[in-house]
């Protein structure tokens, strides 16, 4: 079976400050693991993937995420935090020795960014 | 472009009464999928479609059907609605199965109240 934790519901960061939101996964194989983020009454968008290859993953909107393989974590981390980055992300997971079996998604965290 | 769309936008409904939620993809995308959102528990997946007249059932399928007779729509079917279905309700579709095609595209969802 696979599965997404995300521990946090909630983070708060001020403008310009660094932003890390947690995810740690379990599945019994290797991961594709993804970010999505949805803004106010708006489906998800995708953010970023690993499949395979370098651990740090870049992606949309200056996001980055650091797969690590002895943790089983996938953080999403971006340098310097935008008010227009409060929004609600979510860690997905998939085995990818499990066929074509869909995402599994986290709860959810909400990023709400100070100015 | 047109992308993935979901009608109507909000639904207000009664229990007992059936309803269907409608989604569209404009891109010939193989796989569709149904999520609910609900606050604690995030997206949880109902039902997903590889191709054409083929479905499957995800974490939480009772109560709900689906059919997929061509591969551009995928209704969703509440055949007698109760309360706990009132969610928000999303549509997703991905490319064939490939490293490069492994992005979820989500419509802009269903907010389905039942009373």
């Not at chain 2, 997946?45 to 007249?53: G, M, P």
């Amino acid at each position: 079976a696979q599965s997404v934790a995300q521990p946090e519901d909630q983070v708060n960061v001020a403008e310009g400050n660094p932003l890390t939101v947690k995810c740690t996964y379990s599945v019994s194989g290797n991961p594709y693991l993804f970010w999505y983020v949805q803004y106010p009454n708006r489906g998800l968008q995708f953010l970023l993937k690993y499949i395979t290859g370098d651990n740090l993953v870049k992606g949309s909107y200056g996001f980055e995420a650091e797969f690590n393989k002895s943790q089983t974590s996938f953080h999403l981390k971006k340098p310097s935090a935008l008010v227009s980055d409060s929004a609600l992300y979510f860690c997905a997971v998939r085995d990818w020795g499990s066929g074509n079996t869909p995402l599994v998604f986290g709860k959810g965290t909400r990023l709400s960014v100070i100015a | 472009d047109a992308g993935i769309t979901q009608s109507p936008r909000y639904k207000i409904t009664e229990t007992g009464r059936q309803v269907t939620l409608m989604c569209h993809q404009t891109w010939s995308h193989s796989y569709m999928f149904w999520y609910r959102q609900d606050l604690g528990h995030g997206l949880r997946l109902i039902y997903y479609s590889a191709a054409a007249d083929i479905t499957d059932k995800g974490e939480v399928p009772d109560g709900y059907v689906v059919s997929r007779s061509k591969t551009e729509n995928f209704p969703l079917t509440l055949e007698s609605a109760t309360r706990s279905q009132t969610s928000v309700y999303f549509c997703a579709s991905r490319a064939r199965q490939g490293v490069t095609n492994e992005k979820l595209f989500f419509g802009s969802g269903t907010q389905l109240s039942v009373l």
